[in-house]
């Protein structure tokens, strides 16, 4: 009878405390091991996860690649990556840095995680001085509201919390909030666009690289869920299988990944088990901060 009544106690959500040591601990997983010139290493969390986080190993690999950056100001303009194998996430990932080229204003680098003696990922990242120069870009989208208006992951997930268990107790260093409705919510309805605020929850140091690192770790959380939503699924529909294959940024104007951000999302194409989806990643006073296009394979199983 005990374990009865302890299986319904409500499931209480992380305190803010909570997710400001989840943060802390992304910001930790972000500091990679220098173990030779060249060549960093580092860990994933100590979760039960199947296989590590697409955006947790290019988060890490743009890490590797801005430490050898020595140019002052250069900052990260556009990262262009394969997801080649699965990683393992019961043992360290080694990044090997090419320094490509180093120009005036210019700086290339190609970097490659390594597990098992095998590459998992690849990645080409370019660095560019901060110049002065004509300004457009594209609109942010009306109407998106206030973001904390919207529920929050605990919040929304709350009616699941005892079948999701350790999943919904756990602090989330990045709080995502739907605009349109969640996945599970929308499941049968099609459409082709979603939107998403997020921000990390907490409060970052004053690194723009790391502020870049995080939003690249972010932005592979929700985006090739895009490519479903035509047919009216969503990424737990059962069997559907999904993993992302390529991943491409550009970064054009500065943020702060602490301050929300509106993660505007649509379907390009969904054929040949194989979904591409773009985003644009705007600040909350309405500057275009980031662009995304990802490819991963969709597969029907049944």
Not at 4 to 11: A, C, G, H, N, T
Not at 151 to 179: K, N, S
Not at 204 to 217: F, G, N, R, S, W
Request: glycine share 6%; hydrophobic share 40%; proline share 7%.
């Amino acid at each position: 009878m005990t374990a009865v009544m302890e299986s319904k106690r409500p499931i209480d959500p992380p305190s803010t405390r909570d997710s400001q040591a989840a943060l802390d601990d992304l910001v930790a997983l972000l500091d990679l091991e220098a173990i030779e010139v060249n060549i960093f290493r580092g860990r994933s969390p100590d979760e039960n996860r199947q296989r590590v986080f697409g955006g947790q190993v290019a988060g890490q690999a743009l890490v590797a690649a801005a430490r050898t950056i020595d140019e002052r100001g250069r900052l990260v303009h556009s990262l262009h990556a394969y997801f080649l194998r699965p990683g393992d996430p019961t043992v360290p990932i080694l990044y090997e840095v090419d320094r490509i080229r180093d120009g005036r204003s210019f700086s290339t680098r190609r970097v490659v995680a390594i597990q098992h003696g095998r590459a998992i990922f690849n990645l080409q990242a370019s660095f560019h001085d901060d110049e002065p120069g004509p300004d457009h870009q594209l609109s942010m989208p009306d109407a998106m509201g206030d973001p904390l208006d919207l529920p929050d992951f605990h919040t929304r997930m709350a009616p699941y919390a005892e079948q999701i268990g350790d999943w919904y107790r756990r602090p989330r260093p990045i709080d995502l909030r739907y605009v349109d409705g969640d996945p599970t919510s929308r499941r049968g309805r099609s459409t082709t666009k979603q939107h998403v605020w997020l921000r990390a929850d907490g409060v970052l140091p004053e690194d723009p690289v790391l502020h870049a690192c995080v939003v690249t770790y972010a932005s592979d959380m929700t985006l090739l869920d895009t490519t479903l939503l035509p047919f009216g699924l969503d990424w737990d529909t059962p069997g559907v299988q999904m993993a992302s294959v390529d991943h491409a940024m550009w970064f054009h104007r500065p943020f702060r990944a602490d301050d929300w951000l509106l993660y505007a999302q649509s379907a390009v194409s969904t054929s040949s088990a194989r979904g591409m989806a773009q985003g644009s990643i705007f600040t909350s006073d309405g500057r275009l901060a980031v662009s995304v296009v990802q490819e991963g394979l969709t597969r029907l199983t049944s």
